[in-house]
């Protein structure tokens, strides 16, 4: 097809035979080689081909910083000694014999472990749910709390906790926070499509007026509130943090990070294709709408479980995201799991902030994401602005 | 391999947004292996016209009927393994690399889970080497300019393995170079093609039939010589015209005055 090629017709038929040719009957299964195996997983393709070398990076840093986790605090415990009281308590006493003080034990166990646990559950579940986001508006600079999201989940339990409401039984804060999210999502998406095209600037004002209304809808159900204990706990809610993690608290966040995981990681193909924008998605075999409210109600499920269990904790899914593209590549089969890695390094190193800057007091870990997020974001809006302005 | 024999069938279709139809009561036939050229105006329904046959507008009356089965009565993913559509353009809001973008084309034929295979692999390669884009492989699909961007979606529908591919004005980046190279490249493929096109002299040298929309109505259609005469087209395109014969080729030549 092009001009400088010497010879167009090289071996035009034989690719075209290549292109016409039927897919090989199925073979006997046996386990693949290597080059088989790295060729199939993608990992050998895209972004330089490091794909599982950047993968076993990501999770390494994870382990660095979940050890790290457990050393700093109020109390400052050796990476020796918390790496083997978590081996004793993993193994027995047959492995490890306990030289270190029951105290340290206590912490480790029933406070630093689960803290990391719920901080990296979190992280990994807003990291996901950001990428999802992201795909199914098409917009990079989408996330759930840029969208709203986040405060409608937080409105939603709000609402719960002012009236008392708890006639769902135990996952009413949950399914309430679940509803917010929907209800917000849904409502942010129908108002940047209004007039057929739904371009960035519309979504992410929708999302900026949303999120306006609802912790204004917020601190209103706080002042009006007849319990004055009320403004406390839903500022946690606002501020996001992992100060109340427990053992019992975190089957839920488990839960929902596994399950999202692995329903965005089987439907990654075709978030793929909501990638190329919606007519490119027909075309390429896509029930569009069907799959995109399927991925709106996923997205907003799980959005509402981590901030009814963490509140609302800003940036992770906006900015992990384009990390892991950068690093990987856009395709979701590489990028999902990629994301959920750097989301849970990236929460619990900024609990790590949170609870040791000014220790022993203890920040909302929302202040410091959004610390980080926050200028990430506007450097990625000057870096968009400045890539479209050469473009064009 | 290609599934099914690509043939194409519009029965009285129309297209609707709000009061205002786009396209009213068209009906045609494309028989496998034949290609078809959509003329008309800005405005006339082309693209419009072309969506219903992909799936993405839904036909507010009448039927499309790919392989002799209505395209709304089965799944999206069956139309996209018969019908590959190469659009205008395709957003780049995201770092997709060209291969990642060919590689989508392969999507309709993946179970959920399913890898891409060594085949996969092998259609990818070749129809990225058929268009000329290996230098382009690994770069950003949205760093590329117009005509390359276009190749890519060709490169894109040529994985789908459709046995009918449908082109929304395929040459409106492309320099002549690459009009002709990209023409007579579908006409070879041998499956059958529609292709909305502006230039009526290159859709006279490739097309077997043409089909000119004017006002979302079919406005005539037949063979290039029978179709392009000087009173059609101070008619459709209101432009006086001289039409002759392709001093080489024989095929019909229209020129403006």
């Given at each position: 097809m092009h001009g400088s090629v010497p010879d167009p017709q090289k071996s035009r038929e034989a690719l075209l035979a290549i292109l016409q040719s039927a897919p090989p009957a199925p073979v006997e299964r046996r386990l693949p080689g290597w080059a088989v195996l790295k060729r199939r997983t993608g990992l050998a393709r895209g972004a330089g081909g490091y794909g599982l070398v950047i993968l076993l990076m990501a999770a390494f840093l994870l382990l660095l910083l979940s050890i790290a986790g457990l050393m700093f605090g109020s109390v400052h415990i050796e990476a020796g000694t918390a790496v083997s009281i978590l081996l004793n308590a993993v193994t027995?006493?047959?492995l490890i014999s306990p030289t270190w003080r029951e105290v340290h034990e206590t912490i480790i166990l029933q406070t630093r472990v689960p803290r990391v646990l719920l901080a990296g559950c979190v992280g990994a579940t807003l990291a996901v749910t950001g990428m999802t986001i992201q795909a199914i508006v098409r917009n990079p600079l989408a996330g759930p709390s840029i969208l709203g999201v986040s405060s409608g989940a937080a409105t939603g339990a709000v609402i719960v906790m002012r009236w008392g409401?708890?006639?769902?039984?135990?996952f009413t804060l949950h399914i309430s926070a679940f509803l917010g999210a929907l209800a917000t999502l849904g409502i942010v998406f129908w108002v940047a499509r209004t007039g057929g095209q739904m371009t960035p600037t519309r979504l992410v004002l929708a999302g900026i007026a949303m999120s306006s209304v609802l912790s204004a809808l917020t601190s209103l159900l706080v002042l009006t509130s007849p319990d004055p204990q009320l403004a406390s706990r839903v500022l946690f809610w606002t501020l996001?943090?992992?100060?109340?993690?427990?053992w019992k608290l975190l089957p839920l966040p488990a839960i929902a990070l596994l399950a999202g995981l692995v329903i965005a990681l089987l439907q990654a193909r075709r978030l793929n294709l909501l990638m190329a924008g919606d007519e490119s998605a027909v075309a390429l075999g896509l029930d569009v709408h069907r799959f995109r409210q399927a991925m709106f109600v996923l997205a907003a499920a799980l959005t509402g479980i981590t901030v009814s269990v963490a509140g609302v904790i800003g940036f992770v899914g906006l900015i992990m995201p384009h990390i892991v593209r950068f690093m990987v590549g856009a395709d979701h089969r590489r990028a999902l799991p990629a994301v959920a890695l750097m989301g849970a390094s990236f929460t619990i190193g900024a609990d790590l902030v949170a609870r040791t800057i000014i220790s022993p007091l203890e920040l909302p870990v929302g202040i410091i994401t959004a610390l980080v997020g926050g200028p990430f974001f506007i450097w990625l809006l000057r870096r968009d602005a400045k890539g479209q302005g050469s473009a064009k | 391999m290609t599934a099914g024999s690509g043939a194409l069938r519009l029965d009285g279709v129309s297209f609707a947004v709000g009061e205002r139809c786009l396209v009213e009561d068209v009906s045609l036939e494309v028989r496998p292996g034949e290609m078809l050229g959509l003329l008309g105006p800005n405005g006339a329904g082309k693209s419009t016209l072309l969506r219903t046959i992909y799936r993405m507008n839904r036909p507010s009356a009448g039927t499309v009927e790919v392989d002799g089965e209505n395209v709304w009565q089965k799944p999206a993913a069956w139309v996209a393994r018969r019908v590959g559509a190469v659009l205008q353009d395709m957003p780049g809001d995201f770092p997709l690399t060209v291969r990642d973008v060919v590689a989508m084309g392969r999507s309709a034929h993946k179970k959920i889970l399913e890898p891409d295979t060594e085949y996969d692999h092998a259609l990818i390669d070749a129809a990225i080497a058929l268009l000329d884009l290996e230098a382009f492989?690994?770069?950003?699909?949205?760093?590329?300019?117009g005509g390359e961007r276009q190749r890519a979606l060709v490169a894109r529908a040529l994985v789908q393995q459709p046995s009918l591919l449908v082109l929304d004005?395929?040459?409106?980046?492309?320099?002549i170079y690459h009009q002709l190279h990209l023409l007579q490249f579908v006409r070879e493929l041998g499956i059958t093609v529609v292709a909305a096109l502006h230039d009526l002299n290159l859709a006279a040298m490739f097309c077997d039939r043409l089909c000119v929309l004017n006002e979302g109505r079919i406005a005539a259609i037949g063979t290039p010589d029978a179709v392009l005469t000087p009173d059609l087209l101070s008619e459709v395109y209101r432009i006086e015209a001289s039409v002759g014969v392709h001093p080489k080729r024989g095929t019909v030549w229209v020129v403006p005055g």
């Open positions: 027995g006493d047959w409401l708890l006639g769902l039984g135990a996001g943090g992992f100060g109340s993690a427990q | 492989e690994t770069r950003a699909f949205r760093t590329l300019s004005e395929p040459t409106n980046h492309l320099d």
